[in-house]
């Protein structure tokens, strides 16, 4: 059995630092490096890419919309045409960056609200879809949710599907994520984020907030990078699973 | 004799045009597209790449200072890491959309102030050239002024140059360019910049503002675009030199 | 009867140009000036606030999302305490600036998609609401679509409201505006806007796009100066509100 | 005797979080709040004005160039006119703002790489004084450093000026800071930091990195908040002073 953990970084933006990610890419296997539009000025990327060539990394290009001051955060009705471009533009300035040191953008994964609306929203989805595929002569993997329109579209566009499975959140009885605006939405001790993890991976079920088990199919787990206790939290669910029996290795080569 | 001639293009941002694009890609053979950083939102940035691949024009990354607000008028004093990534971003970004639409970046001239910095200031033109080195496996043109300290740095880097010459510009004795704000220094009338043209791509000389003979190496002469009377101009220059038994043709395959 | 003119200036953006503003404050009586969130340098709107102040024209907040890229035009999903401070900081900016020339702001109408928004957005319309009251020590009026959710909670607010009219607009039977992407929904001919601001006034009637006579109350009228053509149009609505003897003035003194 | 004690607040930007402001808000008697331009965007200003009208903290406009990238601290040859724009912009902002919860910006400090270019910049100088004048019925005081063009010109326009003193900088037998990048140019330890304080307030006096006595003339000075230990040493050089019967007040009422 084999899992990627995925994480987000180089959300820095100059003089302001954010999360810790030297100490993040010490344990996660695909990297979802910022672009510049939510976070991530230039500097910021070169470093960060170079740390993800050093640990061997998989870099993805975390596309987000058009906003520093809500850090992607928000929801902005962009339309298909404008949007499309701007994933273009952020996946070759990343792409760019990472091929200047030594690596290359492998995957997409969209950012915050934009990852949020394109689990329904058909014309961003299309249009997050087309520009991967207008990109690169090689299709790049999607990494999205479980069932979004985003990933119907993308495989339907021959673009490779990553579903994505949260350890430290909880899940409702139909399989969807609990809001965060819900007490016990987060979870934050990382025996029982550990234990999920190995659970999600190895039997493709997780026990919901109301008590069923729920199935879960996951291509990656998503882990926070966001603060020191993050890091170690994310090191918990990777020790956790390889002392399982599972290989925790990138999908993207 | 061979001569290319180059125009600014993609300068729109979203809700505010600038130039006439359309009008631009059909008279000269090299298009320095704007990168995003002082001009050229992304959708922009695709419809010029796109209309410069069907017409055949090369395209070059016109890269500048993050300044939208003053159009990369206004020289900052970025340090020489955080202008190295921000050239490679842009590099990357107006790449990434060039490729989509079946181009590529075949050249580099930086914008405004950096294009000034670099004649003279070290720090920022070891920075340009850098990036440059550092983007793409086959070395890039630069594009600039003669003598210039970009173009000695690129030239040692083992970047290609191309020095640039100004049809519609007074230069001084010394070959030097007047500065704008100075009568006569910039010159309108569509024959007289013609007749320049011609001279300096196949007597190699031009006419000083003190009224001597200078001598002038340009491989690409900048033509206007941004207004339509400056297309007609860059129309005359164009048939002049043809007349002339002139080839003009882009220097970047 | 006594109306008032408003449009839509101080809408360029450093290098970019747009609107012939001085054209439109020689026509209109109330100025929205924009604020620098979807358009507008400072010293654009310097110069606009002295324009507006030596004309007489009285000046209006135009406050919109932060989107320069979008021109304010797409809807963000900003959160109540954002957007009301976004709002509070745009209209303290241009209010110092209009000071600094010798003027205030009088008014405030919010500019593109929060306009639209604020039609039914009961969080958006609270917090535009509540940031104008916060504002000034004396309440200013709020410009809106009659009905809209933002004038009844101005009115509720303490705040006057003044209902908006488009006399180039095609209205549909229930009184509504006919949407943008409807053939027909936008008038251009300088006759037939101007009887139909002429009825509006003096009527309070419009005939609808499909025949119905509706009753439409306003206490000012939008007219456009993003042309050359537009500035003739208004002034065309002007010269047959005075020959129908309406006053055409300022709501806001 | 009374001495003022001035910290930059206010510098957090959406997501991202900079500096103890509550801490630093509970040490200094003014607040240099951050204008949006290289920080600080308008909600963490509601906040941070609010804060420091809840504790009797003076509010400064720390105006700056338009830099979030650079934070402010890259000098950008802006032209006067843009700049005197760019300063009236971001005082009526803060202004609206600090009015809008009970206070009013009561002072301007520049900000960085600004605050540097006006100690020699004539044109710059004159810029940030113009929009100052042209701001407010009442004059705003001025800070800045002892013997700077900034202060010269202000105090010819009939601005209050107020002279800033540095503690835990190293001062050069002339009397000039010793650049940051010149080892011991920056002084951590609370003790010596508070003793030169006292010194500096009672005696007008500084010993130099070369071992003389310096005099220096200070009104307010300046501490800093961007790290709990950095509150921890304002705290002592309040305390020092106040031990050593100095006043710590306000200057501007």
């Known amino acids: 059995v084999t899992i990627d953990l995925n994480a987000d970084v180089g959300e820095s933006f100059g003089r302001w630092r954010l999360g810790d990610d030297e100490g993040t890419l010490g344990v996660v296997t695909s990297a979802n490096v910022a672009c510049g539009f939510h976070a991530g000025d230039p500097a910021t ?5 170079r ?12 596309v987000g919309y058009r906003d ?20 273009l533009y952020q996946l070759g300035a990343l792409d760019g960056i990472a091929r200047s040191v030594g690596g290359r953008v492998a995957y997409v994964k969209p950012h915050g609200a934009l990852y949020n609306a394109v689990v329904h929203h058909e014309e961003q989805a299309a249009a997050v879809v087309g520009a991967v595929r207008a990109y690169a002569a090689t299709p790049l993997p999607v990494v999205g949710l479980p069932g979004s329109v985003v990933l ?17 959140r909880a899940y409702a009885a139909d399989g969807t994520l609990v809001p965060r605006s819900v007490p016990g939405a987060v979870l934050a001790d990382p025996t029982v984020v550990a234990d999920r993890a190995v659970r999600m991976v190895t039997a493709g ?3 919901a907030i109301s008590g069923e088990s729920v199935a879960v199919e996951a291509d990656s787990l998503c882990v926070h990078g966001d603060s020191p206790g993050a890091v170690g ?21």
Chains 1, 2, 3, 4 share one sequence.
């Open 45 to 49: 990327l070169v470093r960060t890419c």
């Open 51 to 62: 740390y993800a060539v050093d640990r061997g990394v998989a870099i993805g290009a975390q």
């Open 205 to 207: 079920t997780v026990t």
């Open 68 to 87: 520093l001051a809500g850090f992607g955060r928000r929801f902005i009705d962009v339309s298909p045409e404008d949007l499309a471009a701007d994933v």
């Open 152 to 168: 119907s579209r993308a495989s339907s566009a021959g673009l490779p599907v990553v579903r994505e499975g949260f350890a430290d």
């Open 233 to 253: 939290l994310a090191a918990a669910v990777r020790a956790a699973l390889e002392s399982a029996g599972v290989t925790v290795a990138a999908f993207a080569p």
